[in-house]
């Protein structure tokens, strides 16, 4: 108990995070299961409190899509089932200064894009635009929010609106 309290001092943890924990300390298999039991029990084990909380931080600090989210708390031992039932909601849960974090996927893309730009114009060249787009999708944005983000972005930055494909992504179909 006082490994995983000591583990549990400095961020929340996932119950999978613990029990790693506890098996590196070498704990026999019964005080594992009693130990994480008493904590969830307390509710100092909680993984849909602990996938929440990591989306709230990544919503404030650093945002990405929610696809790259789900794969980071894939890695912290989240379970798949837990995953599943938060899909349909919103996963950062709402505070009170809710302004500060972006809400929506489109939100976020734009979060990100303005704290990659970092004050900056968005660029006029198509490949520094394209750059652009592959750094966003390789933050967990679809290809539809991350247009749509850069489209937002060259609209605030020209004043009379956008041009013709201001994201540098040409879009297939008829």
Known sequence: MEIA????????RTRWELE?????AAASDEVITATLDHLAAMGYV???AFARWWA???????????RMVEAEL???????DVLESLRGEQLAEPVLDAEAIPATEAERAHAALQRHLRGRELPADIKARQRIGAFLIRRGFDPET????????????TPGG???DPDG????GP
């Open 5 to 12: 309290v000591r583990f549990l001092g400095t961020r929340p």
């Open 20 to 24: 790693r924990r506890l098996r590196r």
């Open 46 to 48: 909680d993984d849909i």
């Open 56 to 66: 709230e931080l990544r919503d404030r600090h650093a945002p990405r899509g929610r």
């Open 74 to 80: 894939r890695q912290h031992g989240v379970p798949r």
């Open 146 to 157: 991350v247009r749509g983000a850069l489209r937002q972005a060259a609209d605030e930055s």
């Open 162 to 164: 956008s041009t013709a």
């Open 169 to 172: 992504f040409r879009d297939e």
